[in-house]
């Protein structure tokens, strides 16, 4: 089956880099995402990787996947309070003729400390 | 151009009524997924559909809940009887073409989301 692990917390101080890991099982996961999720809203995609990459930078993000250890990493530079968020991993894989859904790991909630 | 809306955003029931959620999705995209997330825990897919048509319920309870998408207005999760254990926040997505298995690199099918229905079951 599926699996996506996260750990749970992380704390930082502003404006050092915040790193969110991620493991899943799915070894046919094709595309892996980030989504930032803030308190009562809704999920805000962040980034994509898709798997045939190692890594992938976006401004202030920047994304690394280990294909082999099937571990995909998000690191932040230089993180700002109003990233204080929770931070999810999904992974969607070849599954049947759909295999659209979204398998999301427990999401990893950031702390920035001013 | 609206991102996916949901309504109502809260929507307190007490046991044994039933809730209807409601998800229209992003201008141009025909479909719709919908995931429960439970309190301190990620998103769980439930259930899949383009217009008209179910395409995968596998993450959806076999009784009492339910979920359409007609040619004509918004996607609708109904649950019926509710209890408590279905307090949770219901969120809706949607994407336009879903990926092509001939081209994988297509990043058609990135599924917006909407802020969710918060369903507290009394």
């Known amino acids: 089956g599926e699996d996506v692990e996260q750990s749970l917390f992380l704390s930082v101080r502003e404006g050092d880099s915040s790193v969110i890991n991620c493991t899943y099982t799915?070894?046919?996961?094709?595309?892996l995402y980030w989504y930032k999720q803030e308190p009562g809203a809704g999920l805000q995609l962040l980034t994509y990787?898709?798997?045939?990459?190692d890594m992938k930078q976006d401004q202030r993000l920047t994304v690394l996947l280990n294909k082999k250890d099937k571990h995909l990493s998000l690191r932040i530079a230089d993180t700002q309070t109003g990233d204080s968020a929770i931070y999810f991993c999904?992974?969607?894989?070849?599954?049947?003729?759909?295999?659209?859904?979204?398998?999301f790991g427990g999401g990893t909630r950031l702390m920035v400390k001013p | 151009n609206a991102g996916v809306m949901q309504n109502p955003r809260h929507l307190v029931r007490r046991r044994g009524q039933e809730a209807r959620l409601r998800c229209s999705p992003m201008?141009?995209?025909?479909?719709v997924y919908w995931y429960r997330q439970l309190p301190e825990e990620g998103l769980k897919f439930m259930v899949y559909?383009?217009?008209?048509?179910?395409?995968?319920e596998s993450g959806m309870p076999k009784e009492r809940f339910s979920a359409e998408f007609p040619k004509e207005g918004p996607s609708i999760l109904r649950i019926q009887q509710v209890v408590r254990g279905d307090s949770a926040a219901y969120f809706c997505?949607?994407?336009?073409?879903?990926?092509?298995?001939?081209?994988?690199?297509?990043?058609?099918?990135?599924?917006?989301f909407g802020a969710g229905t918060r369903l507290s079951v009394l």
């Open positions: 997505a949607s994407s336009t073409t879903p990926r092509e298995l001939s081209r994988p690199s297509q990043i058609k099918n990135i599924q917006y």
């Open positions: 799915d070894s046919s996961s094709t595309y």
């Open positions: 990787i898709f798997s045939n990459m």
């Open positions: 999904a992974e969607m894989s070849f599954r049947n003729n759909a295999g659209n859904m979204l398998t």
């Open positions: 201008k141009g995209h025909s479909h």
């Open positions: 559909l383009q217009k008209e048509n179910i395409i995968d």
